[in-house]
């Protein structure tokens, strides 16, 4: 010891020196000679302790980190056995559970000699790898890409993609399906029956709601061509009894992309005045 830390020691073992004498150790005489000291409450009962076993000077010096949480601690050697196994069972072995792992990683220490780690140690290394890495290994780069990161376009492409807007009413609608906030129930012994699904088809420009389809059916080619065929043909009578007069000039309809797409070209072919799948014209009335 240099003689900087001998003063230290010296310094701290009179300190715990006139605590013992004092022969008060009520928490809060002993919590102002540990912040005298120089730690925690009980750090400092444990620099006592060391004291009175061993008397020596060095076991009041500040005791360095031996690692620190985060910091690997492991042998090197038990390091490389936990990653081999970690990659060999999330290539091969998708499906087996984590403790199928810490077994064989046990085992595997066993046979060289190593000492096995604890549950708790294999278990916050396998935590600690981040989840898209999990997910690379197990099912590709491509399906870790899709699932952890935003997805980006060429701004020139998503200009030319975004959907034209609108200058007058009935230029453009659209149509999309969702399940209604109501849950019906039967008449006869009031058992629960379900949610039924409604089809909208909503004008662009007015943003107002043309015509709707309330059916038990999930969405289909079928309902799609009631709506459509809803929004097409006159409404004069109805319109005159509810008192809102409303224009018919449809100048064209466009779909979105996945299953609206496949449903909109299936209806036109349901209803045979439409003319082409997905683009037609109506003459104003």
């Given amino acids: 010891m240099d003689e900087a830390q001998v003063a230290e020691a010296e310094r701290r073992r ?24 120089g730690a925690s409450k009980r750090q400092f009962n444990r620099y006592r302790k060391s004291l009175r076993d061993t008397g020596a000077l060095t076991c009041l010096l500040p005791r360095g980190r031996s690692g620190g949480r985060g910091r690997v601690r492991l ?87 975004k959907t034209p807007e609108t200058t007058f009413p009935l230029e453009r609608i659209q149509i999309d399906h969702t399940l209604v906030d109501v849950v019906c129930a039967s008449v006869f012994d009031r058992e629960h029956v379900g949610r039924p699904w ?28 009631q709506c459509m065929t809803r929004v097409m043909t006159p409404k004069d009578e109805w319109l005159e009894r509810v008192g809102v007069p409303l224009p018919c000039a449809l100048i064209s309809a466009r779909c979105d992309a996945g299953s609206h797409s496949a449903m909109f070209s299936a209806s036109s072919k349901i209803i045979p005045w439409l003319g082409k799948p997905v683009w037609w014209i109506l003459h104003p009335r």
Avoid: M, Q
């Fill in 198 to 225: 409604i089809t909208i088809a909503l004008d662009e420009c007015t943003r107002a709601i043309l015509a709707f389809v309330l059916t038990w059916e999930y969405p289909n080619a079928s309902t799609v061509a």
């Fill in 75 to 161: 042998d090197p050697r038990v390091e490389e056995v936990i990653t081999e196994v970690r990659l060999e069972f999330s290539r091969h072995r998708k499906e087996a559970k984590n403790h199928h792992a810490f077994a064989e990683i046990r085992n595997r220490c066993v046979r060289r000699g190593l000492i096995p780690p604890s549950h708790n140690t294999l278990r916050s290394r396998f935590a600690g790898v981040p989840a898209r890495e999990r997910v690379g290994l197990k099912y590709g780069k491509k399906v870790a890409r899709e699932r952890y990161e935003h997805l980006r376009g060429n701004p020139a492409r998503i200009a030319h993609r």
């Fill in 14 to 37: 009179d300190i715990i020196a006139r605590l013992e004498a004092a022969g008060r150790f009520d928490s809060a005489t002993v919590e102002a000679a540990a912040a005298e000291f």
